[in-house]
Nanobody, 127 residues
Framework: QVQLVESGGGLVQAGRSLRLTCTAS????????MAWFRQAPGKEREFVAT????????FVADSVKGRFTISRDNAKNTVYLQMDSLKPEDTATYHC????????????????????WGQGTQVTVSS
């Protein structure tokens, strides 16, 4: 399995931006579909965004569409989540996930499709 480490979280005011970074190690990064999920206290884990092997295919959840952008740099074994116009409801722990068993890219891939997970980075948005 690939090892994933997230960074870039923090405390920001509503309307500001953050960029999360997830760096992978251990396997061939371009073999993996990557995704971001988030989980707020007392809530279910929520899909945020996913990106295909080359970066040409992306999908973001309706709740963040127009504000969040997912991208990847295979040369750096890294996937990013650019978060703009942050809202208090974006407060959560954000986890990076990877899968090398997905054969066809699709929107709203379930968490069960991803076999590797990072520890998460906390994002807190104050009003």
């Amino acid at each position: 399995q690939v090892q994933l480490v997230e960074s870039g979280g923090g405390l920001v005011q509503a309307g500001r931006s953050l960029r999360l970074t997830c760096t992978a190690s251990g396997r061939t990064f371009s073999d993996y579909v990557m995704a971001w999920f988030r989980q707020a206290p007392g809530k279910e884990r929520e899909f945020v965004a996913t990106i295909g092997w080359t970066g040409h295919s992306t999908f973001v959840a309706d709740s963040v569409k127009g504000r969040f952008t997912i991208s990847r740099d295979n040369a750096k074994n890294t996937v990013y989540l650019q978060m703009d116009s942050l809202k208090p409801e974006d407060t959560a722990t954000y986890h990076c996930a990877a899968s090398n068993t997905i054969v066809e890219f699709a929107p709203y891939l379930p968490a069960t499709a991803f076999g590797s997970w990072g520890q998460g980075t906390q994002v807190t948005v104050s009003s």
